[in-house]
């Protein structure tokens, strides 16, 4: 693959200046568009992309840390995981697809655990496999806990007339509104009744007063 087709294939997950996230970007060397336009013939080891990112003077990352971000769907992690082919008799990345599947699994961790993504990836990047595991465990719930509770109660719709909630009175108000336009010309023909009974500045109250 060429750089510009590289670029392209990345561009919704990297781009910034700095940063993990510019790993693939257009301020990267040369050498890593070759490493990964060859990628298929010969796979990223983890050695490697050490040596890619510290060329461009980024974190290096651990062996676990390339495993289970590279090389493993986790079992049991805190949202579900696409799964996509990766082969078992290397430890490499074999395709770009595989590449671009543990970063933005990475992204997504970093921004749902540190709210920042290259806090995330300075965090978790040197971590043995027990480290990284117990940080994501506190946010997996127990589904099988959840389903020996048992079911709910069945709901039931409730009558027009019984509801009494503020939202159960919006939801009456609209609930015979075909369309938006219809909603919009009720408001218009309110606001001009307004209006004219000297009310300059009628609330979205006032002008569905009569709905109600």
Same mark, same amino acid.
């Given at each position: 693959?060429?750089?510009?087709?590289?670029?392209?294939?990345?561009?919704?997950?990297?781009?910034?200046?700095?940063?993990?996230?510019?790993?693939?970007?257009? &301020?990267?060397?040369?050498?890593?568009?070759?490493?990964?336009?060859?990628?298929?013939?010969?796979?990223?080891?983890?050695?490697?992309?050490?040596?890619?990112?510290?060329?461009? &003077?980024?974190?290096?990352?651990?062996?676990?840390?390339?495993?289970?971000?590279?090389?493993?769907?986790?079992?049991?992690?805190?949202? /579900?995981?696409?799964?996509?082919?990766?082969?078992?008799?290397?430890?490499?990345?074999?395709?770009?697809?595989?590449?671009?599947?543990?970063?933005?699994?990475?992204?997504?961790?970093?921004?749902?655990?540190?709210?920042?993504?290259?806090?995330?990836?300075?965090?978790?990047?040197?971590?043995? %496999? /027990?480290?990284?595991?117990?940080?994501?465990?506190?946010?997996?719930? &127990?589904?099988?806990?959840?389903?020996?509770?048992? &079911?709910?109660?069945?709901?039931?719709?409730?009558?027009?007339?019984?509801?009494?909630?503020?939202?159960? %009175?919006?939801?009456?108000?609209?609930?015979?509104?075909?369309?938006?336009?219809?909603?919009?010309?009720?408001?218009?023909?309110?606001?001009?009744?307004?209006?004219? /009974?000297?009310?300059?500045?009628?609330?979205?109250?006032?002008?569905?007063?009569?709905?109600?």
């Amino acid at each position: 693959m060429t750089r510009k087709m590289i670029l392209s294939y990345f561009e919704d997950l990297m781009g910034c200046n700095n940063g993990i996230c510019s790993f693939v970007s257009e &301020n990267s060397s040369d050498y890593l568009f070759d490493v990964l336009g060859n990628i298929e013939e010969s796979p990223l080891t983890k050695v490697q992309f050490d040596q890619l990112l510290a060329l461009q &003077n980024m974190q290096t990352i651990s062996d676990d840390f390339f495993r289970f971000y590279w090389l493993e769907i986790p079992k049991v992690h805190f949202y /579900q995981i696409d799964a996509i082919g990766i082969r078992n008799d290397i430890d490499a990345i074999t395709t770009l697809e595989q590449l671009k599947w543990g970063f933005n699994r990475l992204f997504i961790d970093a921004l749902f655990v540190y709210g920042n993504i290259q806090k995330g990836y300075e965090t978790l990047c040197c971590l043995k %496999m /027990q480290e990284i595991s117990d940080i994501f465990s506190k946010y997996i719930f &127990n589904t099988s806990q959840i389903k020996r509770r048992g &079911n709910t109660l069945h709901f039931e719709e409730i009558e027009k007339e019984d509801r009494y909630l503020i939202s159960e %009175m919006a939801c009456k108000t609209f609930d015979n509104l075909k369309n938006r336009e219809e909603l919009v010309d009720i408001l218009l023909k309110s606001y001009k009744s307004a209006i004219k /009974q000297g009310v300059m500045h009628p609330s979205f109250r006032n002008l569905l007063e009569d709905q109600l």
